[in-house]
């Protein structure tokens, strides 16, 4: 009885987000933000596309790609390559990484704090 309790109460609480790890070296992969709102790249050599606007995005893999928009963006990872198309928080602790975005989600102005070296962050704005 209590199993069918938990399972009818899990199924009328609505869709659940998740986050997405990918661990895989060498994946070009493309994840909906609309069902994944936190991506964490942890392999290295991954080609990610976002579909919509993703909450978190964390690469701390080396030689990324990531294509698309999220609300912050988290690199500890080196040699990474961000296209952003929107984002309100960019973070970098890694090395030799290029960071594009083209504005902001829902803030006035997009927030960089680099602490890493030799990282190259613009704004197509």
């Known amino acids: 009885m209590k199993l069918l309790a938990i399972l009818a109460i899990s199924l009328t609480t609505g869709v659940a987000f998740a986050d997405v790890s990918i661990m895989e070296n060498k994946k070009t992969v493309t994840i909906d933000c609309a069902k994944d709102k936190a991506v964490n790249l942890i392999g ?12 978190k995005v964390t690469a701390t893999g080396n030689h990324g790609i ?12 080196n040699h990474n390559t961000l296209n952003l198309d929107g984002v309100d928080t960019i973070s970098i602790a890694g090395n030799n990484n290029t ?25 197509g704005t």
């Open 44 to 55: 290295n050599n991954i080609t990610v596309t976002l579909t919509g606007t993703c909450t």
């Open 66 to 77: 990531v294509n698309g928009s999220t609300t912050g963006a988290f690199v500890l990872g």
């Open 99 to 123: 960071i594009t975005y083209k504005k902001p989600l829902a803030k006035k102005k997009t927030t960089v704090s680099n602490n890493g070296k030799d990282n190259k962050v613009s704004s």
